[in-house]
């Protein structure tokens, strides 16, 4: 469907709702969802009709180009107009690429060691406080979740929710294998050990974006254990959850309430059985676009953080900045994550247009 087409008809979805709100034959809820569908179209039937103008006014100054004694003027006017059309076009184009409903959610931040033993540990931990920093740096909360850590300053698994404006809609593409290369402290030789962790980034899901059926979790409880299997409390406040169609396992024991444990559990299981469900949407969708930064593929090495050359590599985006320590800081984060977010933006312009 050419472009123009599809303005024509957001154009007349547009008149249409309006006419259908002035009419007073909707129900209260058709009204609201008109009335939400209207104010939501309305910016971009703005940018519609803006684009449309100049395009007029271009015919306009085309047709007073003719006149000799016009002619200078015009040819002025038509050089301005040129040159505004192109922002226009783009502006309009960005309004409507299909949003993701999700963009606006809080997420859930999972990172777990992966292969290189104490190392892998000792990096997912410091990955762990980069996005606590970046956190920090965009007044988002960060609260811990779950933390299990090796008893020397390294996590197995390191489990935050991330709250604020727009946070899965910058963290979104994070998720994946990041791998780093450095000389670890135990190493005499000097060697460069390369060691993984995988981060998951998964939008908090509230209770009516997926359906939990009670009789679909088998729920346990247990004793708390610290690094070692020492007993932490003396209770059977641990909590574990089992979503049987999907063999989802949560485990939660950081608080010493079991009511406590099991709320954060139902959090962390309801946001991954949410994310599995989009998965399974967007995969259809993407079957035909596997190099999108989007695609969400957990498995997939995203980026190295290589510590002797301070150099941070995305390898989707074929970007390399050689400002590690600032990225780890949190503070260098951010130009990292715009070019991700642009080069989506652009791969899904292009897909427009064909």
């Not at 909360?141 to 996590?155: A, C, N, P, V």
């Amino acid at each position: 469907m050419s472009l123009r087409l599809k303005l024509d008809q957001v154009v007349a979805r547009h008149a249409e709702l309006q006419a259908s709100l002035s009419g007073g034959a909707l129900d209260s809820q058709k009204f609201v969802a008109a009335s939400k569908e209207y104010a939501d179209l309305g910016p971009l039937v703005e940018a519609v009709n803006e684009l449309r103008k100049a395009e007029h006014e271009l015919n306009d100054a085309e047709v007073m180009a003719a006149d000799p004694d016009m002619k200078a003027i015009a040819e002025e006017e038509i050089g301005a107009i040129k040159k505004r059309l192109p922002e226009l076009e783009q502006v309009v184009k960005r309004m409507l690429l299909p949003k993701d409903a999700a963009d606006e959610k809080n997420a859930i931040l999972e990172i777990r060691a992966g292969t290189g033993g104490e190392e892998a540990a000792l990096f997912a931990a410091e990955l762990f406080r980069m996005y606590q920093r970046y956190a920090s740096e965009h007044r988002w909360k960060f609260e811990i979740m779950e933390l299990s850590d090796t008893g020397i300053g390294g996590y197995k698994e390191a489990i935050a929710t991330v709250t604020g404006r727009n946070v899965f809609a910058r963290l979104k593409f994070e998720s994946g294998v990041h791998r780093v290369q450095r000389v670890p402290a135990t190493e005499g030789s000097g060697r460069i050990h390369t060691s993984a962790a995988t981060v998951a980034v998964l939008p908090e899901a509230e209770e009516f974006d997926i359906k939990i059926d009670e009789k679909d979790l088998r729920i346990d409880v247990f004793r708390s254990s610290g690094p070692g299997g020492q007993s932490v409390n003396t209770t059977d406040s641990a909590v574990r959850i089992t979503h049987i169609p999907t063999n989802t396992v949560v485990s939660q024991q950081d608080e010493k309430s079991q009511h406590k444990n099991k709320a954060k559990a139902m959090k962390i299981l309801r946001a991954r059985l949410y994310d599995a469900e989009r998965q399974r949407r967007d995969d259809a969708r993407a079957a035909d676009r596997k190099g999108q930064v989007g695609s969400g593929d957990r498995s997939e090495r995203i980026r190295t953080y290589n510590f002797p050359q301070s150099r941070v590599t995305d390898h989707r985006i074929n970007l390399t900045l050689y400002s590690l320590d600032q990225v780890m800081e949190g503070r260098g984060l951010d130009e990292i994550i715009d070019a991700l977010i642009a080069d989506d933006e652009a791969s899904r312009l292009a897909e427009l247009a064909s």
